[in-house]
């Protein structure tokens, strides 16, 4: 894009901001401090490097658009190019199964940090850092539904042995890489039938949670999350852990919560609970996707959903509370599209929140005007905050507007469509 009409467009744009009492040249230095955790599973469907299994646990990629990454050196170039066509400096979110075993198989129980060292150089040369997240799923050992609830005592002990080798990959990712590391832990044990005991299986996760958790680890390398669901394909009638399982567990624990947009009822949306999770607690992970109809975890995009998240961190002064991570993953259009699309979506959010007047939106409300704050509202939709997302990703050496989408055809057709 000509940079003498992206910086036209914005010395207006600045202008007519100013009027409403906004600093645009404050919000983009303050935007350039926001890192967005990538997910690495968008790169391949959540397919992962540790053997041939399919996708269990209830999370389905639906689409088979040519080109997914088929080797960790392949999924992190991938994810080079994606971060060449964003703004900003973010971070990478990789999944156990997604280790480097030098075709050895190694078992979940048994994972070591070695078997990541690949992914923590190449984060260091790229000047990231990474988050990380055990893998309780596409394994024989969940096939049955269980994991860290389960009833034999053998699968139980594989799966706290799991959490346990996990957390120490993440306290390492975050010693070398002097950033610490949020190791997320989601499960997907539930029943798909309603079941006559709710509250043994949940009695169990508490004991195995507490026996993954009992080592201290030095919150600068690592921080452990715990993720809720309402429903998984095959666990429709009953999730052991619940909202109120894991937000209950987070505050007796001092835990992150994670909140993911898709596990919730349709009609709930994950903005209106930041503010009340976070008087009780210091720090939560956001699981930033789209669920249509059902937890689908389409492509993030500019929804009334994804504002009022932005919205929510930026007003509410959450950003230094809040760990912002992406969890879709399409399989039907160009993978390194979609990454993209939803992670510009998710960081042009955040700045069009920074750059709201909302010490003027308050006051409105504070008087009582609610009819000014309404008009107010509705005509900040109409601002040209595009001009202002063009300038910044020009600024940060990104593609701005959609001249991304030239990149990422010609890394098509370089690239992707040589992968059969
Ligand atoms: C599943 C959860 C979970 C996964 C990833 C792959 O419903 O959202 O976060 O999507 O761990
Ligand atoms: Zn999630």
């Known amino acids: 894009m000509d940079r003498g009409r992206v910086e036209k467009a914005y010395a207006l744009a600045k202008e007519q901001y100013a009027g409403f009492g906004v600093d645009t040249d404050a919000a983009l230095k303050r935007l350039a401090t926001v890192p967005i955790s990538l997910h690495c599973w968008q790169g391949d469907d959540v397919g992962g490097f540790e053997r041939d299994a399919a996708l269990s646990g209830g999370i389905m990629a639906t689409g088979n658009y040519p080109g997914k990454a088929r080797n960790a050196d392949e999924l992190r170039g991938d994810v080079e190019k994606v971060l060449s066509l964003l703004p900003g400096r973010h971070r990478l979110n990789v999944h156990a199964i997604y280790l480097e075993n030098q075709g050895r198989p190694v078992e979940r129980d048994a994972i070591e940090p070695k078997h990541f060292q690949g992914w923590i150089d190449w984060a260091k040369d790229q000047g990231i ?37 996990c957390r120490k990959i993440g306290a390492e990712m975050g010693r070398q890489l002097r950033s610490p590391c949020v190791t997320n832990f989601w499960i997907p044990d539930g029943y798909k039938d309603v079941p006559v005991d709710r509250k043994g299986p949940r009695e169990i996760l508490r004991r195995s949670l507490d026996e993954v958790f009992a080592e201290p680890i030095d919150p600068a390398r690592n921080r452990d999350s715990v993720e809720s669901k309402l429903f998984g394909i095959g666990s ?43 008087t009780f607690l210091d720090e939560i992970l956001l699981h930033v996707s789209r669920g249509v109809r059902w937890d689908s975890d389409h492509v993030v995009t500019a929804t009334d959903d994804l504002r009022a998240i932005a919205e929510e961190l930026v007003r509410g002064d959450y950003l230094g509370r809040v760990h912002i991570g992406l969890d879709f993953f399409d399989a039907s259009i160009n993978r390194i599209a979609a990454w993209t699309i939803g992670s510009r979506a998710m960081i042009r959010q955040l700045l069009v929140a920074m750059i709201e007047p909302t010490e003027r939106l308050r006051r409105m409300e504070i008087d009582g005007d609610f009819t000014s704050r309404l008009a107010m509202l509705e005509e900040l939709k109409a601002m040209p905050f595009g001009a202002v997302w063009d300038y910044y990703c020009l600024k940060h050496d990104a593609p701005a507007g959609i001249e991304w989408m030239v990149e990422a055809k010609k890394y098509e057709s370089d690239v992707l469509s040589r992968r059969v």
């Open 236 to 278: 429709e009638s009953y999730v052991v852990g619940s909202h109120e399982f894991y937000l209950g567990y987070a505050v007796a624990n001092k835990k992150l919560l994670c909140l993911d947009a898709g596990h919730f009822h349709p009609t709930e949306t994950i903005s209106d609970k930041i503010s009340s999770v976070l």
């Open 129 to 165: 850092g990474m988050d990380f997240n055990p893998t309780y799923f596409s394994h024989p050992k969940a096939d049955d539904g269980f994991t860290l609830s389960h009833r034999d005592e053998g699968i139980r002990r594989f799966w706290v042995d799991h959490g346990i080798a």
